[in-house]
Structure formats: structure tokens, C-alpha cells
Antibody, heavy 117, light 111 residues
């Protein structure tokens, strides 16, 4: 079955760009009518949808983050990526990737990104 | 777009039932039959429990059921078991421009 795994730096300095990659295994990222999303969760808080990408490259972003977010896909590597610019301490969270239709399933295990100098 | 409203906590004894509400608007919960529910144990990723309001993915016990009336969706856990103690989040599709909104989350305690 499809599995997702997030990877990237666990520590990012304020004002810099957070970069994460999600690697999809057990199936092709291009198969089926799926989007691929990034979701985050600050410690002790709820889930926040960041954005999604289709394998054609079409994207949608959460309006509250849209000015700072870029999601891209590399079908040859079966990966999609997240870039979040101008980060502050408020962007400290566990970041998840997930296969997406009108719901999210499956999810990656999540990766903690801390924004600190 | 505001988060969907869930009660912060719910509880029940083993074998009892607990129901969690998820209130949105006609632009999300009320407008689409695409409400989903997720179970999250501490330190773990969320797990899909219900999709399309009331459908269960393979492997999810039939103790978990979902429903919707107007702008409010509900998740019921029947025959509570110790392993059901977790945080639960609802989510709704909300159209192509800003497609997804999550609930505020409910902590379920098995007494």
C-alpha cells in the first residue's frame, strides 16, 4: 500500500525558508485522481491544511499562508515538496504530507520543524 | 475560513458510547457530503476513520460511525475501548478555492 515519508531540516532560522520533501512509496504519485497535501500541527494544537498539488502541477494554497507557500512535484522521483518562506516561531510545528482526495489518507509520520536562531 | 467547531473533550466508560459534534457552515459541512474524521494518538500521525460523512475505510471497526444533519456532522464511537482514547478531528471539503478545513479537535477519554 502507499506510504509517505517526510524529510528535511529539523531546525530553520527565523526569516529563512523551510523546505521539506515527501517521498511516496508503494505506488506512483501519478496514478489515480489524487492530490497531495501538506498539513501542519503546532505542539498541543489542531491541524492546519497548508496546500495541495496535483501531478499536473496545479496547486491550491490556504489563503492565510498563500503569500509564503510553494508546493512542487517531481514525478520522476515520486516526490512532492514544500517551501515556506520568511518563517517565524509561529511556523514551528509537526509537518505532515498526505494523499488527498476529499479527505486525507494515508498520512506520513510527520516531521518536527523548529524555527529558532 | 474558520475552523469547524468541536467540543474540547468527551468521555465515557468502557462499553459506553460517545458522540462528537462538528459544526461548520453551509459553505463546508452543510454544502458537501465530504466530511471526514481522524483519530490521533499522542505522538502519532492522524488516521482516517470516516470519509464521505459515514463511510469506513477497510480495517476501521464498525464501532465507529458518522452522520450529518445540516451544518453539523457527528462521530459516534460505540462500545468504547481503552484504545479509543485519543484526539479526534473532523474535516470538510469546502470547494475548490480553499478546499479543506479542519475541526478544533476533541479529546476522548475512556474513564
Amino acid at each position: 500500500q502507499v506510504q509517505l515519508q517526510e524529510s528535511g531540516p529539523g531546525l530553520v532560522k527565523p526569516s529563512q525558508t523551510l523546505s521539506l520533501t515527501c517521498t511516496v512509496s508503494g505506488g506512483s504519485i501519478s496514478s489515480g485522481s489524487y492530490y497531495w497535501s501538506w498539513i501542519r500541527q503546532p505542539a498541543g494544537k489542531g491541524l492546519e491544511w497548508i496546500g495541495r498539488i496535483y501531478t499536473s502541477g496545479s496547486t491550491n494554497y490556504n489563503p492565510s499562508l498563500k503569500s509564503r507557500v510553494t508546493i512542487s512535484v517531481d514525478t520522476s522521483k515520486n516526490q512532492f515538496s514544500l517551501k515556506l518562506s520568511s518563517v517565524t516561531a509561529a511556523d514551528t510545528a509537526v509537518y505532515y504530507c498526505a494523499r488527498t482526495y476529499r479527505w486525507f489518507d494515508p498520512w506520513g509520520q510527520g516531521t518536527l520543524v523548529t524555527v529558532s536562531s | 475560513q474558520s475552523a469547524l467547531t468541536q467540543p474540547p473533550s468527551a468521555s465515557g466508560s468502557p462499553g459506553q458510547s460517545v458522540t462528537i459534534s462538528c459544526t461548520g457552515t453551509s459553505s463546508d459541512v452543510g454544502g458537501y457530503n465530504y466530511v471526514s474524521w481522524y483519530q490521533q494518538h499522542p505522538g502519532k500521525a492522524p488516521k482516517l476513520m470516516i470519509y464521505e460523512v459515514s463511510k469506513r475505510p477497510s480495517g476501521v471497526p464498525d464501532r465507529f460511525s458518522g452522520s450529518k444533519s445540516g451544518n453539523t456532522a457527528s462521530l459516534t464511537v460505540s462500545g468504547l475501548q481503552a484504545e479509543d482514547e485519543a484526539d479526534y478531528y473532523c474535516s470538510s471539503y469546502a470547494g475548490s478555492n480553499n478546499p479543506y478545513v479542519f475541526g478544533t479537535g476533541t479529546k476522548v477519554t475512556v474513564l
